[in-house]
């Protein structure tokens, strides 16, 4: 089975502008959520669906950070607008039910000029 | 509120080099434990886990076992290899099922 696919890789943007970020999780997953290392310290959780109704966010950090499930199926993080300390590797995961382990995306390296 | 501590990195072992990764949590609830590796240009991957106290996860040579005492869930590997090189990260879930991680520890392993 293909696994938690994230795009793109690598963004590297100016400050102001705006990134979106997608996430696909594993085929069949309900639970989708959004983590974030920034400058090698600990990975921290923004958010969580359950099919597309978000269960918790409150790691978000603030209101430019946008995140979305429609349909239940792909996410988006939307970041508008980006700010230098908005750098670092974003990491999507997904789960079948809340009792199994998450299985992780690559993760996207964002890069704020 | 619930967090993780591990040893800060990085860990620079020789080929065959007994390996230990020190982690500790603090925890309201009672927690899943985790060890989630990242290799070089990859993702997360959960390298091992436990549930509740005294259970031990294995997995690829490597083990930790849940201590309730002590509030730890040490990373250890007999002999490791070039091929372990990687940042480790320890973790725990509790109550609700967002992981809560620690800064993660770099293995570097020389032939």
């Known amino acids: 089975e293909a696994g938690v696919t994230q795009f793109p890789s690598h963004s590297v943007i100016e400050k102001g502008q705006t990134v979106t970020l997608r996430c696909d999780p594993i085929?069949?997953?309900?639970?989708l959520y959004w983590y974030r290392r920034v400058m090698g310290k600990e990975i921290k959780f923004l958010l969580h669906?359950?099919?597309?109704?978000?269960?918790?966010e409150s790691g978000m950090p603030n209101n430019r950070f946008l995140a979305e499930r429609t349909g239940g199926t792909y996410s988006t993080l939307k970041v508008q607008p980006a700010e230098l300390e908005d750098s670092g590797v974003y990491f999507c995961?997904?789960?079948?039910?809340?009792?199994?382990?998450?299985?992780f995306g690559d993760g996207t390296r964002l890069s704020i000029l | 509120g619930d967090s993780v501590t591990q040893m800060e990195g990085p860990v620079t072992l020789s080929e065959e080099a007994f390996l230990t990764i020190n982690c500790t949590y603090t925890?309201?609830?009672?927690?899943?434990l985790f060890w989630y590796v990242q290799y070089p240009g990859e993702g997360l991957q959960l390298l091992l886990k436990?549930?509740?106290?005294?259970d031990k996860g294995s997995n690829k040579g490597f083990e930790a076992t849940y201590r309730k005492e002590t509030t730890s869930f040490h990373l250890e590997k007999g002999s490791v290899q070039v091929s372990d090189s990687a940042v480790y990260f320890c973790?725990?879930?509790?109550?609700?099922?967002?992981?809560?991680f620690g800064t993660g520890t770099r293995l570097q392993v020389f032939p």
């Open positions: 995961a997904s789960s079948q039910d809340f009792r199994q382990p998450q299985h």
């Open positions: 085929s069949g997953h309900d639970n």
């Open positions: 669906f359950v099919k597309e109704s978000k269960q918790d």
């Open positions: 925890a309201t609830g009672y927690p899943s």
């Open positions: 436990a549930t509740k106290a005294d």
């Open positions: 973790a725990l879930s509790d109550r609700d099922d967002k992981l809560i």
